[in-house]
Structure formats: C-alpha cells, structure tokens
T-cell receptor
C-alpha cells in the first residue's frame, strides 16, 4: 500500500523553510526519502529506521513517528538546488524489499 | 565506482511487440529492484531480485517478467506491449536489500509504445 504525501506541491523563495509529510496506514519499519530533479534519476537522501533517531545532513533533516506511522522531511533555509520532486518510500518490515513510494511533492525554490 | 547502468536509454516499440530492458547494478550489489514511473501513477514497484531469485513482485500483469544473472545483472521483459506501458522504467540496486540501505537508481529506460 502506497504512503500518502502532502502537500502535492510547494513554491518557496530562497531562504524559506518547508515541511513535507509522509503517512502510512500500515505499521512501518523504515522510511526512505529521495529527491528527483527533472529528467534525472531519484537520488537517495536518507533512511529512518524504527527505533532510530532523527536524521539530517546540511539543512535537510527528517523525523519518523512510529506510533503515528508518519515521517516528515524538513528543508530549512532552502536553496535553488533543493528544487525537485521529493518522494518518500516505506517498508512495513525489515528488508521487505518491496518499497512503496508516495506520489511525490514537487518543490520549487525561486530566487 | 560506476553507478547503475541501464540500457537502452530510449526505446520506441509498437503495440503487440515485446521488449527487454537491461540493468547492471553497482559492483558488489546483489539486490536489483525495478520500478515503473509515470506522471499519473508515480513510482510503481515491479519486482526485486537477489542472487538470481525473485523475492518480491508488485501488482503488474504476467506480461511483465524479469530475471537476474549470476553476475547480478538483471533484465526485465514486457510482452504484448500496450499503449499504457509507455513509461520510464527505473532499476535500483543495494548490497543486500533495502533493510538498512538506500537505493541507487539508474537513469532509466524511457519506453514509448505507439
């Protein structure tokens, strides 16, 4: 079952913050986040595991609420390079090898 | 090190034909997954292979099949092509699976069925 992402699209000015949410109706073991730029392959950003800590690098971080089966991706002080479509992928069990992706959130950062 | 390589990059086929797409994972990666990406449906899981065995399969008709070779290279085949099969087909690899690893995706094969 595919997770649900919100919002579908976001438009920001450079320096603004954004939050992208991902929720599932099933219990989750892991949540993955990817970014895809137009015409390119999705690129792995980070993985959050059940029982793990909030992760992040640079100004992009994410949290995982196991009880609510939700994850959020936080982009702070956005840069032009952050533009793209963000996907969350979820797995219900460890090494399920059957990752389901949300429909994506299109993020546009303007100067 | 080399990334995930998919060939060909573009394909145009006629309805009713069949097509074979190839994916070479990152050296040392033994798990290969395939996804179909369309504007309306997003990323849809097709199947995953590990050590030449299919471990999981998505909700696609039997016209979609795949295999993996002993060197971890994988192929997917679509028989009796339909217009709705037009999509970007992405393969992704990990060392053992997705348990604690993120996917490395290839650039994809864009299939157009006319």
């Amino acid at each position: 079952q595919q997770p649900v992402q919100s919002p579908q699209a976001v438009i920001l000015r450079e320096g603004e913050d954004a939050v992208i949410n991902c929720s599932s109706s099933k219990a989750l073991y892991s949540v993955h986040w990817y970014r895809q730029k137009h015409g390119e392959a999705p690129v792995f950003l980070m993985i959050l595991l059940k029982g793990g800590e909030q992760k992040g690098h640079d100004k992009i971080s994410a949290s995982f609420n196991e009880k609510k089966q939700q994850s959020s991706l936080y982009l702070t002080a956005s840069q032009l390079s952050y533009s793209g479509t963000y996907f969350c992928g979820t797995e219900p069990t460890y090494n399920n090898n059957d990752m389901r992706f949300g429909a994506g959130t299109r993020l546009t950062v303007k100067p | 090190k080399a990334g995930v390589t998919q060939t060909p990059r573009y394909l145009i086929k006629t309805r009713g034909q069949q097509v074979t797409l190839s994916c070479s994972p990152i050296s040392g990666h033994r798990s290969v997954s395939w996804y179909q990406q369309t504007p309306g449906q997003g990323l849809q899981f097709l199947f995953e292979y590990f050590s030449e065995t299919q471990r999981n399969k998505g909700n696609f008709p039997g016209r979609f099949s795949g295999r993996q070779f002993s060197n971890s290279r994988s192929e997917m085949n679509v028989s009796t092509l339909e217009l709705g099969d037009s999509a970007l087909y992405l393969c992704a690899s990990t060392p053992y699976g997705t348990g604690n690893y993120g996917y490395t995706f290839g650039s994809g094969t864009r299939l157009t069925v006319v």
